[in-house]
Every structure is written in C-alpha cells, then in structure tokens.
C-alpha cells in the first residue's frame, strides 16, 4: 500500500506543465488602460505570432520591482519580444500609478479577478512576479518561473 501511494504522489508530482491555456483562463476577463474589459484570449491573439513574456506583478510587490531592471534588460535584449505585464495590484488606481512610477513598458493589464480567478487558478499562482513565455506556434514553453533571469526563461526568448 506504501509502494503504491508514493509511486502514485511521483506520478503526480511530475506532471508536465500546461503548453495550452484553459478555457477559463481564455475566458477570464482583464482590465485594459483605457478602462476597457478584455478577455485573455484577445490579449494573446492581438500578439499572435510573436513570442510573449508574460510578467504578472504588483507594484506593493518588493520582488516585482527587484526583478523589473532584469525585465528591463530582457527588453532591451530580445526587442522582438512582446512584453504583456498583467497587474495584482489592489486597485486600479495603483496600478496605474505604479506603472508610471516605475517606468514599466508593454502592454498592460488589471487581473480584476485576481490571485484565485480563472486565470490566477490556472497558473496554481501562490508568488509574484510569475513570467511565462509564449511561443510564435501560441504555445506555452515557460510556465513557471519566479526570476526573470531564469535559464528556461532565457532560452525561450531567444529561439
């Protein structure tokens, strides 16, 4: 019975991460600057083709802005990218401010169903920032990274 209950935790535990959003995280809806709503899956085909670094932060969030200059340089870097930057923060009002403040380039989202909403439940997010990488082909190549210097990060953009 032991044998059979960690075989069985191993099987899970290895899963292999998702490559295709969820309907409900397609379908959940987003916040746009001009104050329009947006479900992702609009977000994904407006770049589709491109290669998307997806960064979901907050500007309350110390290891957000830690990471921001590497995003930054990554930017700088892999200009062919698209930068897609989708906010937790706890309002409206200070995510805007936040992108001002700290000079945050891309396109940019309000998560208005935050950390446990379709999209938020789909990552299994419990940390920010989270960067995923989307390829040209629409598929997900990096899905769980909290540094934006990470290897697997890396080597996405660069293909």
């Known amino acids: 019975m ?3 209950l960690v075989l069985l935790i191993s ?5 292999e991460p998702p490559t295709q959003f969820s309907e409900a995280a397609l379908n959940d809806t987003f916040i746009t600057l001009d104050g329009d709503e ?3 899956q609009s977000i994904l085909e407006k770049h589709k083709g491109k290669t998307i670094l997806i960064d979901v932060w907050a500007s309350w969030c110390g290891d957000c802005l830690r990471g921001m200059p590497k995003v930054k340089e990554l930017q700088g ?6 930068y897609v930057f989708l906010s937790l923060d706890r309002g409206q009002d200070a995510w805007k401010k936040g992108i001002k403040k700290h000079h945050v380039v891309g396109d940019h989202y309000y ?3 935050g950390w446990k909403g379709p999209f938020g439940n ?7 920032p989270r960067y995923l990488v989307i390829n040209e082909a629409s ?19 660069k293909k």
């Open 122 to 128: 789909f990552l299994d997010l419990d940390w920010i």
């Open 139 to 157: 598929e997900i190549v990096v899905f769980d990274v909290i540094k934006a210097n990470d290897k697997k990060l890396i080597q996405a953009l």
């Open 11 to 15: 099987l899970f535990s290895c899963a």
């Open 111 to 113: 998560m208005q169903s």
């Open 77 to 82: 870097e892999y200009d062919d990218v698209v």
């Open 2 to 4: 032991n044998i059979l």
């Open 38 to 40: 947006i479900p992702f």
